[in-house]
Each structure stands twice: as C-alpha cells, then as structure tokens.
C-alpha cells in the first residue's frame, strides 16, 4: 500500500509549481531581451534584497533592524562591482564591513551580536553573486549568454526535479535534502546539455564557443548549479525551515527559485570569459 502510495505520487503533476516556474521564466525573458542595463540592474535589486530578506526570514530575524542594512550594503556592493572601477569596489566592501560592525555594536544588547555572520554572509551571498547576472548581461552578446545560463539552470532544475521523483532509487546528499537524488542529478545534467546543444543549432551566436568548450562550459555550470541548491539546503537545514519564503506558489521563496543561478552565474561568468579568450 505504501508503495502504490509512493507511485501515485511520482505521477502526480505539480500544476502550480509549472504554472508558476513558466510565468517567473517568462518575467526573466522579456526583462533580458527588452531591458537595457540600468532597467536590468533593477531586476537584479529586486532579486538581491527579496534574497537578503528570506536569508534573515530563514533564521528568524525578520525585524527590519536586521534586514534593512544588509539590503541596503548589498545593492551598494552590486552597482560598486558593475558600474565602478575596482578601487571604488575595493573602498564599498571595507565601507560594507565597516557599516555592518557598526550596526551590530550599536544593536549588541537587543540582538546580541547573532547577526554578524548573516550580515557578512548575505552581502556577499545575494548581493556580490547576483550581482555576475548584470556582468553577464555586460559581455558581447551578453543578453544570448545570460539565455544560455538560464537554459542550463532551468533545464537542469526541471529534468532533475521530474526525473528524480520518477527514477530516482538513491539519495544524493539525505542528510541536506532527502528528495535529491543521484538519478535526478544525473537526468537533469544529461537533458539540460542536450536542450543546450539543441539551441546551439538554431542560435548561431552560441557557435562562438567551440563544441567542445560549449559542452564543457554547460557541464560545469550545471553541476555548480547544482552545488548552488544544495547550498541553499544547508542554509534552510540549518535555519530550520523548509522553504525560503512564500512568495512563488508552488516553489516557496526568491532563493528556492534562484539558488542555483547564485553560484552558477560567477562561475559561468569567468569560464565564458576563459573558452572565449582560448578559443584558438
């Protein structure tokens, strides 16, 4: 009885979930192709402060004396590192530390000092890594390679998701995220390759990597992908909380639709870089 239980299950379609992940996707799509970067870089705001938020929701420190700083250092550090030269980055992170110990010397008798690493952390978390979308959106054909990685992170997601509940026999990492599975991950990095080198046919853009480089660039964004929702697992793990948030039905918060592109894109970002100045 359990088994059939279990069976039914795997068949079940999340309606919801698929109606909300296409209408998210879409928002993505025409906001990278119809944007220019100052209008994209406020979608960026949009994800990094949503992102900080859910970050202290999940630890429950959701008064505004913790969130709004952080929110605040993050968006400073994403235009800094875009928009500014390195030096002017470089004084925005020591201003960043500077305002955040600030903060948490001021705030010591009521929060006690239990913020400080999730300040530090969601700067950089949210704001500095989100912050390679807009770098991505910079490059020469930036919107196409930006496609690209979302592609990829979509792909992977969606494949491992519905492969894994399907064929999925053994867990990936329990412990972090029980319904992960070896199966799954596999399934979804193979699928989501493949829907790559299917829009390599028919985008002839993306014939400015190499076969090769082109495979090897869809690979490894996928598996840090991947690395980045596990990420995100052990945050809620140790937080205590099974979603981020609320606000996507079917999915839960921002970051449990966004965690693997947080680690994908810096890395996406720096190996294009790498295959595009050795291509020859």
């Keep these: 009885m359990k088994r059939e239980s279990e069976d039914l299950e795997k068949l079940k379609f ?12 879409f928002v993505i799509i025409l906001s990278i192709f119809l944007f220019n970067k100052l209008e994209f870089f406020f979608i960026c705001v949009i994800l990094i402060t949503l992102s900080v938020y859910e970050l202290f929701l999940i630890f429950d420190l959701n008064e505004y004396k913790y969130f709004i700083l952080p929110e605040i250092i993050s968006i400073l550090i ?7 030269s390195p030096s002017v980055f470089a004084f925005a992170v020591f201003l960043s530390i500077f305002l955040i110990l600030f903060k948490n010397v001021l705030f010591f008798k009521n929060a006690g000092g239990k913020s400080i690493l999730l300040d530090v ?34 792909a992977s997601d969606i494949f491992a998701y519905y492969g894994g509940r399907h064929f999925g026999r053994h867990r990936l990492f329990f412990s972090l995220s029980p319904k992960k599975t070896v199966e799954g991950a596999l399934i979804g990095l193979f699928l989501a390759i493949l ?19 082109f495979i090897a ?17 052990l945050i809620k793990r140790v937080g205590g909380k099974k979603d981020s948030g609320f606000l996507i039905p079917g999915h839960g918060g921002i970051l ?25």
């Design 78 to 84: 994403a235009f800094a590192f875009v928009f500014l």
């Design 14 to 25: 999340d309606f919801k979930r698929f109606i909300f992940g296409i209408l998210f996707g």
């Design 195 to 213: 829907t790559a080198l299917v829009f390599r046919i028919f985008v002839t853009d993306y014939r400015m990597f190499t076969l090769f480089s």
């Design 217 to 233: 660039v869809s690979a490894l964004t996928i598996i840090f992908g991947m690395i980045g929702d596990l990420t995100e697992s």
């Design 121 to 154: 952390f969601s700067v950089f978390y949210a704001g500095f890594f989100i912050s390679y979308l807009l770098k991505i959106f910079d490059m020469n054909n930036g919107r196409l390679l930006l496609m690209l990685l979302f592609i990829l992170v979509w």
């Design 256 to 280: 449990d639709r966004i965690d693997s592109l947080i680690l994908a894109a810096p890395f996406f970002y720096y190996i294009t870089l790498f295959f595009l100045n050795h291509k020859n």
